[in-house]
């Protein structure tokens, strides 16, 4: 009987090859998990929580004077985290006018949608820690080679820690937004973003971010004030809503992105759940063979259902978790084999060893900052396991530690 395995080596030194280069046209998809990993010096406290933490904040900031109304609406979702909270806040503002529905009509729930979309500014309006951290490792890759294509970060997160650490190395990097006074945003540079210098990094985000408003023609600007929210979640709205600027833009970019030749797309911190996105991802690798999507999952692969889902029907999406992986629509566990290069060891070490709460043998890169060293120590010969004392949080979507199973 044959036994299936994949070789871990195999395929981080394939990896390290190909992010060290600056050849491969490489984007980044970054979800919740990954600044949920950073650890505050002042809270001890995930910087900023993933969607479960996210949505205990903001119904308990909100409880005392909507907590009726929340409970009653998240006891109608199936998955009642807070974006889909706030999408049905917003459906019942749009349509029942003056009839009452839990206690608000139609202004009240505006008020409400506006309440949430402030909670959340407030909590995930979080500085970047001075110091090392996983956002800083990947600026020092984005910045340390010299590329034939720009890198894109594509993230459904509302926070600015990927601009802040861009800014902070000088790295400049390109939004969709341009002007001044009240930079508005423009679908055409986006489009036709490959006329920028590859050295400028791209960054599109997906479900909207702090310094987001709309203005009095209902234009989204970036007005530069972390209190402005403009938080829109394109899968639970109208198809009419979705076609505006800027969220058809910036999926048209996703698509544009995963639909060119050769291209490859790592997931990080994304559990795949997201169902607008992931549609997106599955209808591209179809319509692309060769283009790859690699997908870092903090879970054991039999709870990442959702990435396993498209990498069961698309053999060029790799899921790679803790204790398993799904290359090529097979699913086996990990087993080491003999070290590519002599120096490998240090390598391998970033990548295979003890995890942090667990005392199974395991995968690593799972783990946003993990993930992230590996990339900022891809052009060296040698490289040592992270150290970064803020980067040893456990993502709120994997409740349990990855262990092997």
């Known amino acids: 009987m044959t036994v299936n395995i994949h070789n871990p080596d195999q395929y981080m030194a394939s990896l390290r090859q190909i992010i060290g280069q600056g050849r491969k046209r490489i984007g980044l998809l970054v979800g919740a998990g990954a600044p949920a990993g950073i650890i505050s010096e002042v809270t001890n406290k995930p910087l900023i929580p993933a969607v479960a933490g996210l949505t205990s904040l903001v119904l308990e900031a909100l409880n005392s004077k909507y907590g009726e109304t929340l409970n009653a609406i998240a006891s109608e979702l199936d998955n009642p985290n807070i974006e889909n909270?706030?999408?049905r806040v917003r459906s019942l503002a749009g349509v029942i006018?003056?009839?009452e529905v839990h206690n608000l009509d139609g202004p009240g729930y505006k008020g409400l949608g506006e309440a949430i979309c402030e909670q959340i500014g407030a909590i995930v309006n979080q500085q970047l820690p001075a110091g090392p951290t996983p956002y800083s490792d990947i600026v020092t890759w984005i910045n340390g080679t010299a590329r034939e294509h720009a890198i894109e970060i594509f993230t459904t997160n509302y926070d600015l820690l990927f601009e802040q650490a861009l800014e902070r190395a000088k790295v400049p990097f390109f939004d969709g937004f341009t002007g001044t006074s009240e930079p508005f945003f423009d679908p055409s540079s986006v489009a036709n973003s490959k006329d920028l210098p590859p050295r400028w990094a791209r960054v599109w985000k997906l479900h909207g971010s702090l310094g987001w408003k709309s203005n009095d023609r209902e234009e989204v600007v970036r007005v530069g004030q972390s209190s402005a929210t403009h938080l829109v979640f394109p899968e639970h709205l109208k198809y009419e809503q979705t076609q505006k600027a800027p969220w058809a833009a910036l999926f048209?970019?996703?698509?544009a992105f995963l639909m060119t030749p050769d291209t490859l797309l790592i997931a990080t911190g994304f559990s795949f759940a997201d169902a607008h996105i992931s549609a997106r991802i599955d209808e591209c690798l179809s319509a692309n063979p060769s283009a790859s999507v690699f997908a870092f999952q903090?879970?054991?692969?039999?709870?990442?259902?959702?990435?396993c889902?498209?990498?069961q029907r698309r053999a060029n999406m790799s899921v790679y978790c803790p204790d398993k992986a799904m290359i090529n629509g097979i699913a086996a566990v990990w087993m080491p084999g003999d070290p590519p290069t002599r120096h490998w060891e240090p390598i391998r070490a970033g990548y295979w060893g003890v995890g942090s709460d667990s005392d199974a043998v395991q995968f690593l890169l799972g783990r946003f900052d993990r993930l992230a060293r590996f990339f900022a120590s891809s052009r060296s010969e040698q490289s040592s396991?992270?150290?970064?004392?803020m980067a040893t949080a456990v993502p709120e979507h994997a409740p349990?530690?990855?262990?092997?199973s």
């Open 298 to 307: 903090f879970k054991p692969l039999n709870q990442e259902a959702a990435a």
């Open 85 to 87: 909270i706030l999408s």
């Open 309 to 311: 889902d498209i990498a």
């Open 385 to 389: 396991p992270p150290t970064h004392p």
């Open 97 to 99: 006018g003056s009839t």
């Open 400 to 404: 349990e530690p990855g262990t092997s």
């Open 252 to 255: 048209d970019r996703l698509r």
